[in-house]
């Protein structure tokens, strides 16, 4: 090779290895660049997140919360969090930021939260017995959606729990038992209480914009679509009403009433009977021995006037969401018992579309220990209680008086609810975005 040939050679080399070697600069300078804007990206998501996570524990903790935050410093960076609140849904927007100037990253996280109402539950119960009496699950029941009981599960044969099952006090199982869970099962470190208040928060929104019967013993309601025919005792005339007129919040209550029901739903409503303690005084002259004279002997007797609810017949949306979509929706809020009425038409099942609530007593069948076995209970909903009420008895598997249990789940009730129906005090997130 001539000496014009090895210089072109060195030259050429060269004139690679420079390009090369800039390549490999601009690479690695690059790669430093995306490392500190990963950096900087990662750091602002994190301090966002920490921001949403601060003011979703604020509210949680206090639900009145609403200051929000401004320009506070966190690992280097800082956050800023806004909380609006609409109606009963809580928006929390946090802007985490990291870095200056042009090298500055700013990430956003959006928390939208409502209060957790007792309808998410498919089943809910505070105790499982009726004085010292268990109440046992069989294998002909079978239950849809969230469980939870403050008390123990009792289990005679094969029951099906098909969504997540807890309790707080265990399970016991008779001998030759074999549930299933098929949402997988826990037993929870502290009981959830039921509220006091659920039934009269209803009375108070039937005031202001529902519907409300004062000064009767009964009401009578048959409901039949977007109208309600209604009457006080067996015998009297039916008056009609417009629902969405005479109930715009959908509110519907009985003030110290029996409450009997039954129809076709259309729209958004919530039963609901309070109960009123009434004492009476009485008394007579009884002749006192002793004093020689005649003493009044006094006696207090204190009764219950109304706070339950009978479901007469069936109780079904007009639009079933198992068909399709659905707008209707409805709560049965009693402070005393939910009974099945013992009558001739639930001789042969019956169909209830509703999430139940009852304040201090439980869903049950009227004479559920002498009516004859009288099919299924097809409950599209959920049932929380206070104490789980029975509704037929049995002999090993086989129903001998009353109803067997199809319990499913309305899966609508994860995120929507009756109105005004009783919450837990908690708030639950219904949406996070990053």
């Not at 049932?383 to 029975?390: E, H, K, P, V």
């Amino acid at each position: 090779m001539g000496g014009k040939a090895a210089l072109f050679l060195v030259i050429g080399f060269s004139l690679i290895f420079m390009v090369i070697g800039r390549n490999i600069s601009n690479v690695s300078v690059r790669a430093y660049d995306n490392a500190m804007n990963y950096h900087q990206r990662t750091n602002a998501h994190s301090i966002a997140l920490a921001g949403a996570n601060i003011a979703a524990s604020k509210v949680f903790f206090d639900n009145s919360w609403n200051d929000g935050y401004d320009d506070i410093p966190y690992n280097g960076g800082k956050y800023s969090v806004n909380v609006n609140k609409t109606l009963d849904v809580v928006k929390i927007t946090s802007v985490g930021s990291y870095g200056d100037g042009s090298n500055e990253e700013i990430h956003t996280v959006e928390i939208k939260l409502q209060p957790s109402s007792f309808s998410r539950y498919g089943y809910f119960s505070d105790k499982e017995k009726i004085g010292s009496s268990t109440i046992w699950w069989t294998s002909k029941d079978t239950v849809w959606g969230p469980f939870h009981t403050n008390d123990k599960i009792s289990i005679s044969g094969d029951p099906v729990f098909m969504g997540k099952a807890s309790s707080y006090l265990g399970i016991y199982e008779r001998s030759g038992s074999d549930p299933e869970f098929n949402g997988g099962y826990s037993r929870s470190s502290e009981p959830m209480p039921l509220p006091d208040d659920g039934v009269d928060l209803i009375g108070d929104a039937a005031s202001d914009d529902g519907l409300r019967f004062d000064g009767q013993d009964t009401v009578i309601l048959d409901f039949r679509g977007d109208s309600l025919n209604f009457r006080y005792g067996a015998n009297q005339p039916d008056t009609t009403l417009f629902l969405p007129a005479a109930s715009p919040n959908g509110a519907i209550f009985g003030g110290a009433a029996t409450i009997r029901m039954k129809g076709t739903i259309d729209g958004r409503y919530t039963v609901a009977a309070s109960q009123e303690i009434v004492t009476s005084t009485s008394g007579y002259w009884k002749w006192n021995r002793r004093k020689r004279e005649y003493v009044w002997k006094e006696t207090t007797t204190t009764t219950i006037q109304g706070g339950k609810i009978y479901l007469d017949d069936d109780v079904v949306y007009k639009d079933n969401p198992q068909d399709g979509p659905s707008d209707d929706i409805l709560g049965i809020v009693a402070e005393n018992e939910i009974f099945i009425t013992d009558n001739a038409v639930n001789a042969h099942d019956i169909n209830i579309h509703a999430a139940m609530f009852s304040q201090e007593k439980g869903f049950g069948s009227e004479n559920y220990s002498s009516r004859p076995a009288s099919g299924f209970i097809n409950l599209l909903g959920g049932i929380t209680q206070d104490s789980r009420m029975a509704v037929g008895t049995f002999s090993g598997s086989t129903i001998t008086h009353g109803f067997s249990k199809r319990y499913r789940y309305d899966n609508r009730l994860m995120v929507m609810s009756p109105p005004f129906f009783p919450g837990t005090g908690n708030f639950e997130v219904v949406s996070w975005f990053e």
